[in-house]
Structure formats: structure tokens, C-alpha cells
């Protein structure tokens, strides 16, 4: 599985041993990929990054059920069943390998915005210095004026703190990101200078960047895969579903088909796939 960050196999979502509300029948994601989740408010695309990113127990104990994480060493670790192992055994896995942005930026609001970027990297072991020094080369990068580093993130506008919230994210040592609508707050322009830039750094470092969003337009000009989800059963048991004929590929800058078809109009093909 050289090439290969997640293998999923047969994953059902639910909360509390409930009813399922989100089932992967098969998805393999690459390293070094940017993959952008779509679909309908509800259907799961926050409930997947939960699962697979171990931040909330809501993979369903089957038999059959197989998530594994492949490392850039290729060693592996099966995901299925994390939450009955050892609880500091399992944020050392989060903090070794994932790294999260969210649209709710979730900064610490008694802390300083440069405290709130470091962080990761203190946590890490490196020095305040070296940290520093790091956060502020990329919040230049995203035009972050550098007095904000001192300031409370309370007296901060909404954009800053979300970029305050990317540079959080792209400094901290990881192998994965997830994000969920992380330029949902901003506006076009500011949100495709950031993917921007977190495409070069994805692209740099040679890392695997799962993001949740509505925006087509995004996902088209930045993804390596597009996967779709669309809802399947009747009444009160409908529950989002991946399918694999609903994974898009871009290849050397044209979007593909899972059978390698050339999608001419692949804004046409998404739009139809999800109004299923």
C-alpha cells in the first residue's frame, strides 16, 4: 500500500449504536492527496472526518468493517475499534499524524493568537523560538499583519481568526488534515488564496488533506479526487452512502470517471450524480 493513506472497506457511521447514518462500502484515498467531500447539509460529510479523523466514536463494531491507516513508512494501523484501546494511546496517534481546521476556527480565547499557533509545536517539543518563527513565515504567507501574533483572538475580526486558525493547522507536524468547511466563513477570493497556499504546502510536504465543503468550484480547482455523497433507503432510515461509481479522479488537470472516462463537463456530472 505504498500509495495508499486509508483503505476502507464496509464502514457504518452511527451515534450511540443507533441507526446508521453513514455507510462507506469500499474508498481508498491516496497519500499525498487532496480530497474534497460533497454533498447535501446532513448527509454525513462531517459524521466521515469524525470517524476516520478519531475524533468521535461512531464507527459501527462489525464484522467485515475494515478502516486502516497507512503511515508515510508504510507501517498501518486498523482504526475499527481505537476507542476501546488505551485513551493516551489514542490522542498520540491524533497528535503524531492529524492535523484539524474547522469553519468554528476553535481557538482558545484566553490565549494570544500567536499562542494559539505555536501551540501545536510546543506540544511537540520545539522552542518557543523555533515556533515562532515558523508561524510567522506562513502568517506572512497569508497576509496576517504580524502584531496580530500578540493579540487576544477575541479582538480579532472573523477572517483573521480563520486564517490564524489555517496557520494553526499547516505549522503543526502531520501527515493528514481534515478539514471541515474550513473557508466557509470567507469570502471567493480569500478562500482560494488559502487553499492556495495550503495546496502548496499539501503538495511540499508530501501530505493527505480530507476536506468537507459545498463549494464545487473549489473542489474542482484544487481536489485530486471529489467524492460524492448522496442519500439511499426510504423514510426514516434514508442515511448518506458512498458509492464508488460516485469518486472522481483528476488526472494531469482533466476529471475522471471511476472507469478512467474523460469527464468533459465535470461540474454537469457532479450536479447530476447528486441530485440522486
Not at 144 to 163: A, M, N, V
Not at 207 to 221: C, E, P
Amino acid at each position: 500500500m505504498m500509495n495508499t493513506a486509508f483503505q476502507i472497506n464496509d464502514l457504518e457511521c452511527c451515534y450511540r449504536a443507533g441507526r446508521t447514518v453513514l455507510h462507506v462500502p469500499q474508498l481508498e484515498i491516496g497519500k499525498g492527496k487532496t480530497v474534497f467531500l460533497l454533498g447535501p447539509s446532513g448527509i454525513g460529510k462531517s459524521t466521515f472526518i469524525e470517524a476516520i479523523g478519531l475524533m468521535n466514536d461512531t464507527m459501527r463494531d462489525k464484522a467485515g468493517t475494515s478502516v486502516v491507516f497507512y503511515d508515510e513508512k508504510n507501517g498501518k494501523r486498523e482504526l475499527k475499534g481505537s476507542w476501546k484501546g488505551d485513551n493516551d494511546d489514542l490522542s498520540h496517534f491524533r497528535n503524531r499524524y492529524y492535523s484539524f481546521i474547522f469553519q468554528h476556527t476553535n481557538l482558545m480565547p484566553n490565549f494570544t493568537a500567536g499562542e494559539n499557533m505555536c501551540i501545536s509545536r510546543l506540544i511537540r517539543g520545539v522552542p518557543l523560538a523555533e515556533a515562532r518563527e515558523e508561524v510567522l513565515a506562513t502568517m506572512e504567507e497569508l497576509k496576517l499583519e504580524p502584531d496580530i501574533f500578540y493579540k487576544k483572538t477575541t479582538h480579532l475580526s472573523g477572517g483573521q481568526r480563520q486564517r490564524v486558525a489555517f496557520v494553526r493547522a499547516i505549522t503543526a507536524e502531520f501527515e493528514v488534515l481534515f478539514g471541515d468547511e474550513p473557508t466557509g466563513n470567507l469570502d471567493k477570493d480569500t478562500a482560494f488564496r488559502l487553499m492556495t497556499i495550503l495546496k502548496n504546502n499539501l503538495e511540499r510536504h508530501h501530505r493527505t488533506a480530507i476536506i468537507v465543503s459545498h463549494d464545487l468550484d473549489l473542489a474542482l480547482h484544487f481536489a485530486d479526487q471529489i467524492v460524492l455523497m448522496t442519500f439511499t433507503g426510504e423514510n426514516g432510515e434514508r442515511h448518506g452512502i458512498i458509492r464508488p461509481e460516485n469518486v472522481l479522479e483528476n488526472k494531469g488537470g482533466n476529471w475522471h470517471d471511476v472507469d478512467g472516462g474523460l469527464l468533459k463537463n465535470p461540474a454537469f456530472f457532479v450536479n447530476e450524480r447528486m441530485k440522486q
